[in-house]
């Protein structure tokens, strides 16, 4: 089959002939029918690295075509969205409920001891987080699988998997908003788009999003932002202040470069919350005074994947979607072919571009 095989660091993304394994315990082979162009797997070819040559590509959607013997969770025939969630489904962390904390990710993948799932030319060739869907067929772990309708368009459920898990998730799942409440994002981003959505779903009253450019901030009002603040014209905590009445309930972070991050800080009502989702340099971070946060009692959290259950909300996204209440079609700004990465990722400097997805595999 065919895969794009990133070699080595700022090497891209080349099409060549791989070998794909056949399944064996809880594998799933899957015909990718969609993949997202997601940020951080540039980020892995281009300055963090890792196991060379590699197949990456996390936002998976895709047709089940067989199964290893101990599968029980999905069918061939079933159409299904991956996560890079990885979890065991018996240490203590996933037997409560929180398996975005595993504590034994490793146990979905193979052993250094058997045969790997990838290989060219003979050779090992590693799969990106347990998914590699830059290929026209991949071998994934059950539980890194979700089942979505037959009537799931590929292309925005493969955004489900990464950017949708995130955004709707860190205000669904990790801040639990509650109606009435007031909303801030921070950096209208593909991933910041899904948090205004799921603010929607949450029965968020006040939504302010803000960025520094006005196109992204005109987009964020047609996915429901109710105020919208450019941060280099406006100073973005007064702002927020005055429209929430003296400080927010949740500030989303989706940047990540620490003045950014304190201004979020200084945002919080009494009793709000700075949720930490982007990260922008190895020194992103936040000063916290004791005493502000004790006496306005505000806390600061990292927030993982959205603290999803990828089992659950998966499908709960698509369904969002299916019903209206999800806007992904305006996410998906160009749909290109399995040999066109490197052009992919080129066009998503221009600002006007949120994800660009392959659905091309021929
Ligand atoms: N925590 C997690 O589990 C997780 C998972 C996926 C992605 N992420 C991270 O989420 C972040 C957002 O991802 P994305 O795909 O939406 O990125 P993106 O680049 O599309 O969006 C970032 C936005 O921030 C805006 N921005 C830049 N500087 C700003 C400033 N000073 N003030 C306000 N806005 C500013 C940009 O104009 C852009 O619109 C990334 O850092 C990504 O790595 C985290
Ligand atoms: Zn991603
Ligand atoms: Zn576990």
Known sequence: MKASVTKGLGQGFV??????ADPI???????????GLCHSDLSVATFIGGEFPVVLGHEVAGLVTGTGPEVTQVAVGDHVVGSLIQYCGACVNCLGGRTYICLRPESTLRTPGQAPRISWNGAPVAQGMGLGGFAQEALIHENQLAVVPDEMPWAPAALIGCGVLTGAGAVLRSADVRQGESVVVIGAGGVGM???S??????????????????????AKAFGATHVVNSRTTDPVEAVRAITGGGADHVFDFVGVRPVTAQGMRMLGKGGGLYLIGVGGNDAGVDVSAMAALSGSQKVQGVYMGSSNLKRDIPFYASMYLQGRMNLDALVSKEIALDGIDAGYDSLKDGTTARVVITDFS
Not at 15 to 20: A, P, Y
Not at 25 to 35: D, I, L, N, W, Y
């Open 194 to 196: 899904n948090a205004v």
């Open 25 to 35: 315990g809880h594998e799933v082979r899957v015909q990718v029918k969609a993949s």
């Open 15 to 20: 099409v060549e002939e791989v070998e794909l």
């Open 198 to 219: 799921g603010a929607r779903i949450a029965g968020a009253e006040t939504i302010v999003v803000t960025d520094i450019e006005d196109g992204k901030l005109d987009r």
